[in-house]
């Protein structure tokens, strides 16, 4: 077979039917990142040897008339920040670089079981902190349609992959933009569920209120998919919901007419590139078009969303990030040997990269004597206010529509020196997450130079049926989904 | 009230966040939190008097359970990953805390 330019879906039952074995489409990912992870840098570890024996096992599991699980056989590539027992998991980090996982993250045992082959582990930016991919430890992605422009961050390794059809399907999270945004840059699909929706157990910790993880796809069902098969409570995860779970594939009816999409025009304004608002207004005609109603809504503390993030970010993240230590696992400075301390201190500094100890500062900052109620506190109090925009909001709409980032992806390097600049790609991302909301973006355009553009949707708390039902509605009478990059 | 940080500020936030910086990164940290605080400090006018505080979305979740012991790591898959482990004892190995 040429590479795998199909679904999740289509790969699926072809091996349940007996028309593809999962050895045969295991091998076709395997060759389609053998050829093009040299000039897109998406994998940090491809397991070929492990996803052969398991895709044997699916084959083999087959022939003894087994039933099939709903995504047995299909290759999906995993973040790298995301634990798989015996498998190098980096982080993207130097501090993590020997790391292998003790046990499985919850995501990865419900995905195994439902027959999902792990082809490799992607890049990252470095404990899953940036906005273009530049953060990691083992050099930036390249995005796969335009190898000079950055893939998004942080799942950029996540969402090339997919785009470059090594995988249909990949995992990554998601705790200020981290899948919605790399999927607008790479032309593809990307969804954060509600928080609680899926287990964080086996996720390393970035900002443990925000992150989340959720799958890449081609296609709003193939997400729907993954999301049914990661999603549920977890006893290892105290925050994961008892929310009955929907099958959100059956909830893609295509239809639209009772829905409303609230539009916050005096929000999506300033600082977004005339392409993408070209794409955005389209996008809600299209959806217009197709029968649903729009309306306008307000959501007046949603542009303080950004130094809100960024407080409560970095404050989670100085003290998740307190564990690495040269102790227990990891890297550690032979520099100092004679005292624990200094130890410490440094091996956090020669294991961090610049962006890690950058938050970790900010954070320790925010959270000391003096500033925790000027910052800490008062972005946690602002989060309550932007909380209740978006209640307000989802009185009058069932949906929230904005575009996924405010340009098209921009060049590497563009913005590493300037740290600040950098944030503000996150603008209209970061809310869904302070809100805990679900949020998926899906592809809507793409700009004269031929660079993808992605549309976003915010739903209601746990409604990722209604969410993906009207992704799903706009993906059926648009055609950018089936652009390939060329490559 | 603007923010102004020095490299002294910075020195001691390292301190607290066990980080030892090198004389650049002090510098380059300086300027780029002054400017990130400055951006960030528009929160500050945000009326928010008697607004409570949202940490977590899901507080309100009940997560309890009955205290009883379910299966873990062993010892020696637990400090597998160690940088220096002394495995015979099943111990994380420092270098000295006291004295030295």
Same mark, same amino acid.
């Given at each position: 077979?040429?590479?795998?330019?199909?679904?999740?879906?289509?790969?699926?039952?072809?091996?349940?039917?007996?028309?593809?074995?999962?050895?045969?489409?295991?091998?076709?990912?395997?060759?389609?990142?053998?050829?093009?992870?040299?000039?897109?840098?998406?994998?940090?570890?491809?397991?070929?040897?492990?996803?052969?024996?398991?895709?044997?096992?699916?084959?083999?599991?087959?022939?003894?008339?087994?039933?099939?699980?709903?995504?047995?056989?299909?290759?999906?590539?995993?973040?790298?920040?995301?634990?798989?027992?015996?498998?190098?998991?980096?982080?993207?980090?130097?501090?993590?670089?020997?790391?292998?996982?003790?046990?499985?993250?919850?995501?990865?045992?419900?995905?195994?079981?439902?027959?999902?082959?792990?082809?490799?582990?992607?890049?990252?930016?470095?404990?899953?902190?940036?906005?273009?991919?530049?953060?990691?430890?083992?050099?930036?992605?390249?995005?796969?349609?335009?190898?000079?422009?950055?893939?998004?961050?942080?799942?950029?390794?996540?969402?090339?992959?997919?785009?470059?059809?090594?995988?249909?399907?990949?995992?990554?999270?998601?705790?200020?933009?981290?899948?919605?945004?790399?999927?607008?840059?790479?032309?593809?699909?990307?969804?954060?569920?509600?928080?609680?929706?899926?287990?964080?157990?086996?996720?390393?910790?970035?900002?443990?209120?925000?992150?989340?993880?959720?799958?890449?796809?081609?296609?709003?069902?193939?997400?729907?998919?993954?999301?049914?098969?990661?999603?549920?409570?977890?006893?290892?995860?105290?925050?994961?919901?008892?929310?009955?779970?929907?099958?959100?594939?059956?909830?893609?009816?295509?239809?639209?007419?009772?829905?409303?999409?609230?539009?916050?025009?005096?929000?999506?304004?300033?600082?977004?590139?005339?392409?993408?608002?070209?794409?955005?207004?389209?996008?809600?005609?299209?959806?217009?078009?197709?029968?649903?109603?729009?309306?306008?809504?307000?959501?007046?503390?949603?542009?303080?969303?950004?130094?809100?993030?960024?407080?409560?970010?970095?404050?989670?993240?100085?003290?998740?990030?307190?564990?690495?230590?040269?102790?227990?696992?990891?890297?550690?400075?032979?520099?100092?040997?004679?005292?624990?301390?200094?130890?410490?201190?440094?091996?956090?500094?020669?294991?961090?990269?610049?962006?890690?100890?950058?938050?970790?500062?900010?954070?320790?900052?925010?959270?000391?004597?003096?500033?925790?109620?000027?910052?800490?506190?008062?972005?946690?109090?602002?989060?309550?206010?932007?909380?209740?925009?978006?209640?307000?909001?989802?009185?009058?709409?069932?949906?929230?529509?904005?575009?996924?980032?405010?340009?098209?992806?921009?060049?590497?390097?563009?913005?590493?020196?300037?740290?600040?600049?950098?944030?503000?790609?996150?603008?209209?991302?970061?809310?869904?997450?302070?809100?805990?909301?679900?949020?998926?973006?899906?592809?809507?355009?793409?700009?004269?130079?031929?660079?993808?553009?992605?549309?976003?949707?915010?739903?209601?708390?746990?409604?990722?049926?209604?969410?993906?039902?009207?992704?799903?509605?706009?993906?059926?009478?648009?055609?950018?989904?089936?652009?390939?990059?060329?490559? | 009230?603007?923010?102004?940080?020095?490299?002294?500020?910075?020195?001691?936030?390292? *301190?607290?966040?066990?980080? &030892?910086?090198? $004389? /650049?990164?002090?510098?380059?940290?300086?300027?780029?939190? +002054?400017?990130?605080? !400055?951006?960030?400090?528009?929160?500050?006018?945000?009326?928010?008097?008697?607004?409570?505080?949202?940490?977590?979305?899901? *507080?309100?979740?009940?997560? &309890?359970?009955? $205290? /009883?012991?379910?299966?873990?790591?062993?010892?020696?898959? +637990?400090?597998?990953? !160690?940088?220096?482990?002394?495995?015979?004892?099943?111990?994380?190995?420092?270098?000295?805390?006291?004295?030295?």
């Amino acid at each position: 077979m040429n590479g795998l330019d199909t679904t999740a879906t289509t790969l699926r039952n072809d091996i349940a039917a007996g028309r593809l074995s999962a050895v045969e489409v295991c091998r076709a990912a395997l060759d389609r990142i053998g050829t093009v992870n040299g000039s897109l840098n998406a994998f940090n570890l491809i397991a070929g040897e492990r996803a052969m024996a398991r895709a044997q096992d699916i084959d083999r599991r087959r022939a003894a008339g087994e039933p099939s699980g709903p995504l047995a056989g299909v290759p999906i590539a995993i973040k790298d920040n995301i634990d798989v027992r015996g498998m190098l998991t980096t982080a993207s980090s130097r501090i993590l670089r020997d790391f292998f996982p003790p046990y499985d993250a919850t995501v990865v045992r419900r995905l195994e079981a439902a027959g999902a082959v792990i082809v490799g582990k992607t890049n990252c930016d470095e404990f899953a902190m940036g906005s273009s991919n530049e953060n990691s430890a083992f050099g930036p992605v390249h995005n796969p349609w335009a190898l000079d422009r950055i893939p998004g961050g942080s799942s950029g390794g996540s969402a090339a992959a997919v785009a470059a059809r090594c995988a249909p399907v990949a995992l990554g999270s998601d705790t200020g933009g981290s899948i919605r945004q790399p999927a607008a840059c790479c032309g593809v699909v990307g969804l954060k569920p509600s928080y609680g929706r899926v287990s964080r157990y086996g996720l390393l910790a970035f900002a443990s209120s925000l992150d989340q993880i959720g799958p890449f796809a081609r296609t709003v069902a193939d997400a729907a998919t993954v999301l049914s098969v990661i999603a549920g409570a977890d006893p290892c995860d105290a925050t994961t919901s008892t929310e009955p779970i929907a099958d959100f594939a059956a909830s893609l009816t295509g239809r639209v007419n009772d829905i409303r999409i609230g539009v916050p025009r005096a929000f999506v304004t300033e600082g977004v590139d005339d392409e993408v608002r070209r794409a955005y207004e389209a996008a809600l005609e299209r959806l217009r078009g197709e029968g649903a109603t729009l309306v306008d809504i307000d959501l007046p503390h949603a542009k303080y969303a950004v130094p809100v993030y960024y407080l409560i970010c970095t404050a989670e993240a100085s003290s998740n990030l307190a564990r690495y230590d040269g102790v227990k696992y990891g890297y550690r400075s032979s520099a100092a040997k004679d005292s624990l301390k200094e130890m410490y201190s440094r091996t956090r500094d020669e294991g961090f990269g610049p962006e890690v100890k950058r938050r970790i500062m900010l954070g320790t900052y925010v959270l000391s004597a003096g500033y925790y109620d000027a910052f800490y506190l008062k972005a946690l109090q602002v989060r309550t206010l932007l909380k209740r925009d978006y209640d307000q909001a989802f009185e009058r709409a069932d949906v929230v529509a904005m575009p996924t980032m405010p340009t098209p992806p921009f060049k590497l390097g563009e913005k590493t020196d300037d740290p600040l600049q950098m944030y503000l790609a996150d603008v209209f991302t970061v809310s869904a997450n302070l809100a805990g909301l679900p949020g998926v973006s899906v592809p809507c355009g793409f700009s004269n130079e031929g660079l993808p553009i992605g549309f976003q949707l915010t739903g209601r708390m746990f409604d990722e049926a209604t969410l993906l039902r009207v992704a799903d509605a706009y993906e059926r009478v648009t055609d950018w989904h089936h652009r390939s990059p060329a490559l | 009230m603007p923010t102004t940080l020095t490299i002294a500020d910075v020195e001691r936030i390292a *301190a607290l966040a066990q980080l &030892e910086l090198t $004389d /650049e990164e002090k510098q380059i940290f300086t300027r780029q939190l +002054a400017d990130i605080l !400055a951006y960030a400090e528009q929160v500050q006018a945000i009326d928010t008097s008697g607004v409570p505080a949202t940490a977590h979305v899901n *507080a309100a979740q009940r997560t &309890e359970r009955e $205290d /009883e012991p379910r299966p873990c790591l062993s010892v020696e898959e +637990a400090i597998a990953n !160690a940088p220096d482990a002394a495995p015979d004892a099943g111990l994380f190995r420092v270098p000295r805390v006291i004295g030295g």
